[in-house]
């Protein structure tokens, strides 16, 4: 299960996040370079509780955060449902980062494969990505447009069926939305929230998507929305 989670980022799950960093301030309209990005990435120190730094089971080099050629191939492709445009598939399809961070949440009640298949398993992951304002804001534009028309049911695939629900966020950067999506695991042990966020400001393009897999009778949410926003309102603090 771990395997599978590493790098996981499913259909309409967007989040950008800005701030007064790489987007904003004197030179807001510059354009940072992915070693700039890569710098405000959150790191486990940033948040409360016992976040740590998740490496996926690959040769791959992911600790500097900047998105190489060889781990832009371990992060999966984004792909809207069919209801969404050609224009806003093209554009989540098109996505190319230049940073990224994955972080994991130890839990009381942690869920320990295979044998422990009860509580929670978090995950929260960070993708930065920069270019021109006028195309950051017509790529996120698109986005919204693809992912409002892919609200409601969620198909059953590798993962599902689910639902697809807005969910309401602080005003981050130059505009904001967010979406919660509520997938049954394969097998229907368990459930997954995917939490996203999608802002953008200036250039830069940051989705982060907060993840909480819940399994066993009487497992609540781990998260709040309320909760959500505090995070995303930590990332905007750091870049």
């Not at 920069?130 to 409601?152: P, V, W, Y």
């Amino acid at each position: 299960m771990k395997a599978r989670v590493a790098f996981l980022v499913t259909s309409g799950v967007l989040v950008a996040l800005t701030g007064s960093g790489c987007g904003g301030g004197d030179d807001a309209g510059a354009v940072p370079t992915a070693d700039e990005l890569a710098a405000e990435l959150l790191a486990p120190d940033d948040l409360d509780g016992a976040w740590s730094v998740t490496v996926p089971d690959s040769d791959v080099e992911v600790s500097s955060g900047v998105v190489t050629d060889e781990m832009r191939d371990l992060l999966p492709g984004f792909e809207l449902c069919s209801n969404a445009s050609e224009e806003a598939q093209a554009a989540a399809s098109g996505l190319e980062w230049d940073a990224f961070m994955q972080l994991e949440l130890e839990t009381d009640d942690s869920i320990q494969p295979p044998d422990d298949r009860t509580g929670h398993m978090i995950f929260l992951q960070q993708y930065l990505a920069a270019t021109d304002s006028a195309d950051t804001t017509a790529t996120f534009d698109l986005l919204r447009q693809g992912t409002e028309a892919c609200l409601g049911d969620i198909e059953a695939g590798e993962e599902g069926p689910g639902y697809a629900e807005v969910m309401d966020v602080p005003e981050l950067g130059d505009d904001s939305y967010g979406v919660l999506m509520t997938v049954a695991e394969a097998g229907g042990w368990a459930e997954w929230l995917l939490h996203e966020i999608v802002v953008r400001d200036g250039p830069v393009l940051m989705v982060a998507v907060v993840t909480d897999i819940r399994a066993g009778d009487g497992v609540e949410p781990y998260f709040t929305i309320d909760a959500i926003g505090d995070i995303a309102k930590a990332a905007v603090d750091k870049l």
